[in-house]
Antibody, heavy 123, light 110 residues
Framework: EVQLVESGGVLVQPGGSLRLSCAASGFNFSSYAMSWVRQAPGKGLEWVSGISGSGGITYYVDSVKGRFTISRDNSKNTLYLQMHSLRAEDTAIYYC????????????????WGQGTLVTVSS | QSALTQPASVSGSPGQSITISCTGTSSDVARYNYVSWYQQHPGKAPKLMIYDVSNRSSGVSNRFSGSKSGNTASLIISGLQVEDEADYYCSSFTSSTTLVFGTGTKVSVL
């Protein structure tokens, strides 16, 4: 069974840093592109970042470029999102998502999502 | 990159058909056939329903279908059922090499 489990979400002060993790199981992790998608409380979905299966190609939404870094450790079947200079508007549930099939990072839809981890940025 | 535009809410009676629109631009929906639709029940993770404009995800009822015309994609739910009550989001690949989601539509079954 495919499973994605996020962790690392906490309350952090504005300007702070945080690293989220997503532990994957049930599939050949290194073969699949992955993404992070967030959802602010009571709001819609926002794609944040994506990474190819090898980890060699990464993509970001403009609002997090230069502040967030996506990476993966295929030996540990784990996806990461390193977040710096956090702002109140980064407050959200962060989901990791796996793409359907072995396809390109951003043109292949997400067929499996984790349960999400809540990041709260507040003083 | 602005979010794709969806109606805030759509409602229908059991058995009826409803259509949810998703309006983008020449840089996303109109340019690519990489439009997906996700269903999200309260407190749950999203679920893939439709991808590549009109392909149903594995296990999804054939009551759900998708289409596209110009810069507007549509999700059609036929034979509306109580369990279809949820939030629905479209998404599209963009020419900026990013993904953009729609604003979301709350479907209510009256």
């Amino acid at each position: 069974e495919v499973q994605l489990v996020e962790s690392g979400g906490v309350l952090v002060q504005p300007g702070g840093s945080l690293r989220l993790s997503c532990a994957a199981s049930g599939f050949n992790f290194s073969s699949y592109a992955m993404s992070w998608v967030r959802q602010a409380p009571g709001k819609g979905l926002e794609w944040v970042s994506g990474i190819s299966g090898s980890g060699g190609i990464t993509y970001y939404v403009d609002s997090v470029k230069g502040r967030f870094t996506i990476s993966r450790d295929n030996s540990k079947n784990t996806l990461y999102l390193q977040m710096h200079s956090l702002r109140a508007e980064d407050t959200a549930i962060y989901y990791c998502a796996k793409v359907l099939g072995i396809g390109p990072t951003l043109t292949t839809p997400f067929d499996c999502w984790g349960q999400g981890t809540l990041v709260t940025v507040s003083s | 990159q602005s979010a794709l535009t969806q109606p805030a809410s759509v409602s229908g009676s059991p058995g009826q058909s409803i259509t949810i629109s998703c309006t983008g631009t020449s840089s996303d929906v109109a340019r690519y056939n990489y439009v997906s639709w996700y269903q999200q029940h309260p407190g749950k993770a999203p679920k893939l329903m439709i991808y590549d404009v009109s392909n149903r995800s594995s296990g999804v009822s054939n009551r759900f279908s998708g289409s596209k015309s110009g810069n507007t994609a549509s999700l059609i739910i036929s034979g509306l059922q109580v369990e279809d009550e949820a939030d629905y989001y479209c998404s599209s690949f963009t020419s900026s090499t990013t993904l953009v989601f729609g604003t979301g539509t709350k479907v209510s079954v009256l």
